[in-house]
């Protein structure tokens, strides 16, 4: 019973490493207009922090295939929330400190993206290594921390402006710094096992010949395509759609999505061992495909609206179950596939939304061309899964 109760403690500083995830991903852009005002940077420019993140992101996952299983899943775990807290306590004075207070901004993101970058590759290793029963309900309960940190985040530090002013950030940005040194204590004594037996895990060029890695692959960048299209355009959306205000916009728009993203991961976690999980995430990419449709084509503001919630629910299983759907199928693969998948997923999260942009810009401004366009992730998404069903049998057993 001891034991079970250790592994709880691991599970619990795995949730709010996803918090500190969603601390890292959301918080700066609230203070865009804050960092415009203050230090007089352009929108132009500001227009990189997001982009400086998911690159920085995306390099941590290719350079932890290499280095995670070398140094250790504790110390780098332990790294990912210090490297987090350093880079948001540092945003409050960095750009004041140097001549250009962009280039402080934008060290302060380097930080704290390598921390979430570490937290993105280690966190589902760390939790499919302990001896839990119901693996895929766990990884997908694991996964809707993200989602409520997000909703925290946002309407937490909404709250906080309304009542003590935008120009106090720097306070609450010191508070949720908090988040991540708290939980490097919880990693320093939590157990952690590893993923596979020294030895035993399959080299990155074996990974690589593999069929069915590749298959994963797509699925990745399905999923971080699918939920990030989406998510990224869900306030400009909301704001055109319903004719509310930028504020409005901002809080209904993404608050809903992750809301719904949560309960899907969530109910997912609760009834996942009576569910098959690849009919699930069959199910959920036909429902996506769907909302892009009904939020696109759709010429009642409220349908649209809908499209933009419901689909918060659909792409909720596609990232979890994506990884669980890997760990099941290739269950040598190791760190550098989890690593693999992260870079996968990023990937997809990071060229869906500017392709949104790209084509909506093209149709004149119409936002709904370039979600209608992104309707092509869950349709690949619902192909590779009918091709893996129909591999099931055939799985290449390393």
């Known amino acids: 019973m001891t034991n079970q109760k250790n592994y709880k403690k691991t599970l619990i500083a795995c949730y709010l490493g996803f918090v500190t995830q969603a601390i890292t991903a959301n918080f700066a852009p609230l203070l865009f207009l804050t960092f415009k005002n203050t230090y007089g940077i352009t929108l132009e420019k500001i227009a990189m922090i997001p982009l400086v993140f998911y690159l920085t992101q995306l390099i941590v996952d290719l350079a932890a295939t290499k280095f995670a299983d070398k140094i250790g899943y504790r110390i780098c775990v332990m790294a990912s929330q210090v490297l987090s807290s350093v880079g948001l306590v540092t945003m409050t004075f960095l750009p004041e400190l140097l001549p250009h207070p962009f280039v ?6 380097v930080f704290y993206a390598i921390g979430s970058g570490l937290i993105e590759v280690l966190v589902s290793p760390i939790v499919e290594a302990c001896p839990f029963e119901n693996k895929d309900g766990v990884m997908s309960l694991l996964h809707s921390f993200y989602c409520w940190g997000a909703m925290g985040v946002i309407l937490g530090s909404t709250l906080f402006f309304a ?8 306070i609450l940005t010191f508070i949720w ?3 991540p040194l708290y939980n490097t204590f919880n990693f320093i004594n939590c157990p952690i096992e590893r993923l596979v037996e020294d030895g035993k895990s399959m080299s990155i060029s074996k990974l690589l010949k593999t069929p069915i890695f590749w298959l994963m692959i797509m699925l990745m960048v399905c999923s971080g395509a699918s939920e990030a ?3 990224q355009w869900a306030s400009a959306f909301t704001e055109s759609a319903i004719g509310v205000s930028k504020a409005v916009g901002d809080l209904a728009g993404p608050c809903l999505f992750a809301m719904f993203m949560g309960i899907s991961r969530m109910l997912y976690g609760k009834f996942s061992e009576k569910l098959d999980l690849t009919k699930v995430m069959l199910g959920c990419g036909v429902l996506c495909a769907c909302c892009y449709l009904l939020a696109s084509l759709s010429k009642l503001p409220i349908l649209g609206l809908a499209g933009c919630a419901i689909c918060g629910l659909a792409v909720g299983i596609m990232w979890p179950g994506s990884i669980s759907v890997s760990s099941q199928s290739c269950p040598r ?3 550098a596939m989890f690593a693999f998948l992260a870079l996968a997923g990023d990937l997809g999260a990071m060229v869906s939304p500017a ?3 790209s084509i909506s810009e093209m149709a004149g401004g119409n936002l709904k061309s370039g979600l209608l366009v992104a309707t092509v992730f869950p349709v690949i998404m619902v192909v590779v899964l009918s091709v893996l069903r129909s591999l099931k049998n055939h799985q290449i057993k390393d």
């Open 355 to 357: 392709m949104v942009g």
């Open 229 to 231: 299209s989406m998510a």
């Open 104 to 109: 402080g901004i934008l060290i302060s993101v």
């Open 333 to 335: 693969g190791g760190t």
């Open 163 to 170: 009542i003590f002013g935008v120009e106090n950030w720097k």
């Open 177 to 179: 710094a908090v988040v």
